[in-house]
C-alpha cells in the first residue's frame, strides 16, 4: 500500500487543526517524549510500513464528531493519522505498541518512544470505548450491544476425544460471519480452550491415532486465521507452544514432519552477547519459534490467506520491538 494511498483513504494528511472542546481530551507535552511516537500500517505487501514520526494525542473533532487519535507529524506538521475511536473496534496493546484495524480493513500500529506514553493513551482509549458502550447501553442498545452479547451464546464442545470432529466443524463454520470469529476466540480464551486441545494431542501420540492427530492439525492451523493476537498469545505460552508445534506435524496430506525433533536437537541457539535476563531469553526463544511456524511449518499463504494472518506478523514485530527495547535498556 503506497503512503499516497493511505493518505487518501483514512482520514491522514489532513491539515486541519484538530478543536478540542473536551477537557478530557489528551494532548502530548512537546517538553517531553511520552507521545513521541511512529505510525506503521500494514501493506498488501505483507510489510509493516513506516508511515513517519510524530506526537500523538486524542482530542474532539468537529468534523468527525467524535474523540480522535491524531498524529501530527514531528517533521512539518502535518497529520499523519485521524482515528475515530469506536466502542466496537478491537484495539491491542503490546507493551510499548497499541494496534487496531480500520473499517476499510487497514491495520494500524502506533509504536511510543516510552511505554508511560503507551500506558497514558491505552487508559484514555479504553475509559472513552467504555463511556461510549454505556452510553448505546442507556439508549437501548444497538450494534455494540449486539456484538457483546452475541459471544455470551457460544458454548464449544468437550474437549474430548470423541468431539474432535463436532470441535473441528464449529471453528471452520466460523468463518461464515467476522460475529462468528469473534465469539469462538472469546470462548477458546474463556475455556482455556488450547492447553485442553494440547492434552487431547498427548493422548492421540499416546495412543497412535492419526485421525485425532490430523483433526488436530486442522484445528490449530485453522485457529492462526482467527486472526486474533489475543489467541496466539495462549498458543504461544511457554506451556503449550511445542505442542503446538507437535500438533503442525501431523498434516493429513504430508508425511509426519520432525519439527519438535529440530528444535530441540539439531537447532542450537549461541549467545553472541550474554544476556542475564531470563524473561529477555524466554522472549528470544519464543520469537525464534514462531518466526520458524511462520516461515517453513505454515504453508505460503495465498493473497487472501496473507491478509487473514496479518495477527501472526504483528505478533513479531511485537516481540522484536520488545527484545530490541530490552537490549536498549537494560542491556539483557
Excluded at 498469545?233 to 525433533?261: S, T
Aim: proline share 4%.
Amino acid at each position: 500500500m503506497q503512503k499516497d494511498h493511505w493518505v487518501a483513504s483514512a482520514a491522514v494528511g489532513s491539515n486541519r487543526t484538530a478543536s478540542s472542546r473536551n477537557s478530557s481530551a489528551l494532548r502530548p507535552d512537546r517538553r517531553d517524549t511520552r507521545h513521541r511516537v511512529k505510525v506503521y500500517i500494514f501493506s498488501v505487501s505483507g510489510q509493516w510500513d513506516d508511515i513517519g514520526t510524530g506526537n500523538v494525542s486524542i482530542s474532539f473533532l468537529e468534523r468527525l464528531q467524535a474523540l480522535t487519535i491524531l498524529v501530527r507529524s514531528e517533521e512539518n506538521g502535518s497529520m499523519l493519522l485521524e482515528s475515530k475511536i469506536c466502542p466496537n473496534r478491537e484495539y491491542h496493546k503490546e507493551d510499548s505498541m497499541i494496534t487496531w484495524t480500520e473499517d476499510e480493513a487497514i491495520e494500524i500500529a502506533i509504536s511510543f518512544q516510552e511505554k508511560l506514553g503507551c500506558d497514558e493513551v491505552w487508559d484514555k482509549i479504553t475509559e472513552i470505548r467504555a463511556q461510549k458502550s454505556a452510553a448505546v447501553s442507556e439508549s437501548g442498545g444497538g450494534l455494540v450491544d449486539r456484538l457483546e452479547e452475541g459471544p455470551q451464546l457460544v458454548e464449544l464442545p468437550p474437549c474430548e476425544l470423541s468431539k474432535l470432529d463436532e470441535i473441528y466443524e464449529q471453528v471452520t463454520t466460523s468463518f461464515s460471519t467476522t460475529a462468528k470469529q469473534e465469539a469462538l476466540v472469546l470462548a477458546i480464551e474463556r475455556d482455556n480452550y488450547v492447553p485442553k486441545l494440547v492434552e487431547l494431542f498427548h493422548m492421540c501420540e499416546d495412543l497412535e491415532n492419526m485421525e485425532g492427530l490430523h483433526i488436530l492439525f486442522n484445528i490449530i492451523r485453522t485457529f492462526f486465521f482467527l486472526n486474533k493476537i489475543s489467541l496466539l498469545h495462549q498458543m504461544f505460552a511457554d506451556a503449550v507452544i511445542d505442542d503446538v508445534i507437535g500438533c503442525l506435524e501431523y498434516d493429513p496430506n504430508k508425511p509426519q514432519a520432525r519439527h519438535r525433533e529440530f528444535m530441540t536437537k539439531i537447532s542450537q541457539h549461541k549467545e553472541v552477547i550474554p544476556f542475564n535476563n531470563p524473561e529477555l531469553l524466554a522472549k528470544i526463544h519464543q520469537t525464534y519459534k514462531v518466526q520458524y511456524i511462520q516461515e517453513v511449518i505454515l504453508p505460503t499463504p495465498s493473497l487472501f490467506e496473507e491478509n487473514m494472518m496479518s495477527s501472526l506478523n504483528s505478533f513479531l514485530m511485537f516481540n522484536k520491538a520488545d527484545i530490541i527495547n530490552a537490549i536498549q535498556v537494560g542491556g539483557g
